[in-house]
Structure formats: C-alpha cells, structure tokens
C-alpha cells in the first residue's frame, strides 16, 4: 500500500503547479498595474496594497475552481485509481492536497500584500499605532479581536471544506447515476446537478455571510455569544462534510468507474 506522505506528494505536486501558474499572472498583473498608474500619476500611498488585495480575491476564486476540478479528476482518472491506496485514504488526502494548494497561495498572496506595503511602512506603522492607541482605551478588545479573527478564520476553512466535499458528493453521484442513462438523458441529468452544486454555494455562502455580518455588527462591542457564533457556525459545516464525506467514499468504493 502507498503511504499516507507519498500519496499527499503525489497529488500535492501539481495542484502546486497550478498554483504557481496563477501566482505569476498574479504578478504580472500587479507589476503592469503599478507601473500604469506611475505613468499616469494616479498612484497614492494605499494604492499598491489595494490592487494586491483586489488581486487576490480573483486570485483565491481562480485557485478554489481550478483545485476543485483537479480533484474531481482525480477520482476518475485510472492512473490515481490503480494507485495500491484505500478509496478513503485516496479521498482524504485528496481533500487535504487541495487545502495545502490552496493555504499555498494564500500564503503567496499574503507575502505580496507585504511586500507592496515596504515603500509605504512608515504609513503602514502610523496605521498600526493609531490602532493599538485605539484597543488600548477598550478592555478585552484585542482578546475578543483574536477570538474573532481565529474564528472567522476556521469558519472560512470551514466553508471551503464543505464547498469540496459537496462538489464531490455531488459529481459522484451523478458519475454513478448516468452510468445507468442513455446519452440522451445524460446531458439534461447532468444540468440539473449544476443547479444543485450552484443551491449549495449559495447556501453555504449564506451561512457564513450571516455568521460574519453578525460578527461586524458588533465588532465595537464583542461578547461571548457573538463570538461563539463564528465556532458553532463551523462545527455544524464541518459536520455536513463530514457526513458528505462517508457518502462519497461509499460511492467511490462501490459505484464510481475511472472514466480515462
């Protein structure tokens, strides 16, 4: 049997590749922004920081859609299928490959936000200052600021987590049920799953932008169960994967053939 580090290699490999195909039109992208702005005289202190961002929020829709169909090739693909490992090690590590890919890019994208912020520091440190002045005057603020960013944190894994396993759940069960269809219906059979995979994001999505709008409304005056909102919120998603998970490894083990 393959082991648990050298399957994670394996799979983690390319889904890093696709990352840094990314990254670098990322760059690419900043740097022309930059030097066009420049040119043109419109570039202000904050400017550099605010396009990264920008950037980086296409950068982190591109890297979710593109680790999620990597992934679903996998489970189809005979030469990941005929590797000596379980379908649920297969599945998990699968899962974790594409967590790894995408904590990957954001960590790049973080550094970058770093770097553009270099030329304007001092900015930057007078922001900080200005900030901490501010928590200073306000018991517990910084202790519930933790709390809050760890939880939205988690809740943002969370919601990722949930995204995949739903998507999996869902192609698998549709390879599984057209294997049964004629050409014919298999299209339209296929067209109705979109629609669920598009139900699903919205739901997900809901949940977390409730939990996290609740979380801003009182941001200038945390409490516990506010807080608290942020980790219940991801144990019930992670919950859901969890459920979703054993449903997709069943499928894997008794109905899902490799496609090429």
Do not use: C
């Not at 420049?38 to 990264?52: C, F, H, K, L, Q």
């Not at 599945?91 to 936000?113: D, E, H, P, R």
């Not at 949940?207 to 005056?221: L, S």
């Amino acid at each position: 049997m393959t082991s648990f580090y050298s399957l994670l290699k394996s799979l983690t490999r390319p889904k890093i590749t696709l990352m840094n195909r990314i990254l670098l039109i990322d760059v690419i992208a900043i740097v022309l922004t930059i030097l066009y702005q420049v040119y043109r005289g419109t570039m202000g202190n904050e400017t550099p920081i605010a396009d990264t961002m920008s950037y980086g929020m296409v950068v982190g829709f591109a890297a979710f859609v593109l680790l999620s169909r990597n992934s679903e090739h996998i489970f189809v693909s005979d030469s990941y299928r005929l590797i000596p490992a379980s379908d649920t090690k297969l599945y998990s590590v699968n899962l974790l490959s594409s967590f790894i890919g995408l904590m990957y890019a954001g960590i790049i994208q973080a550094i970058l936000i770093f770097v553009t912020a270099i030329p304007f520091w001092n900015e930057v440190m007078k922001s900080l200052k200005d900030f901490a002045d501010y928590a200073a005057d306000k018991p517990d603020f910084i202790q519930n600021l933790l709390y809050t960013g760890t939880g939205a944190l988690l809740l943002a894994i969370a919601a990722n987590v949930l995204l995949w396993t739903s998507i999996t759940l869902i192609h698998l069960t549709g390879n599984a049920l057209t294997a049964f269809l004629p050409d014919s219906r298999q299209k339209f059979f296929r067209f109705v799953l979109y629609v669920v995979v598009v139900v699903a994001f919205l739901y997900v999505s809901s949940i977390v932008v409730n939990r996290v709008d609740g979380v801003i409304d009182h941001f200038f005056n945390l409490n516990g169960d506010t807080i608290a909102s942020l980790y219940y919120a991801t144990v019930y998603l992670l919950g859901f994967a969890a459920l979703e998970s054993v449903g997709s490894v069943y499928l894997l083990k008794h109905w899902v053939e490799t496609g090429d």
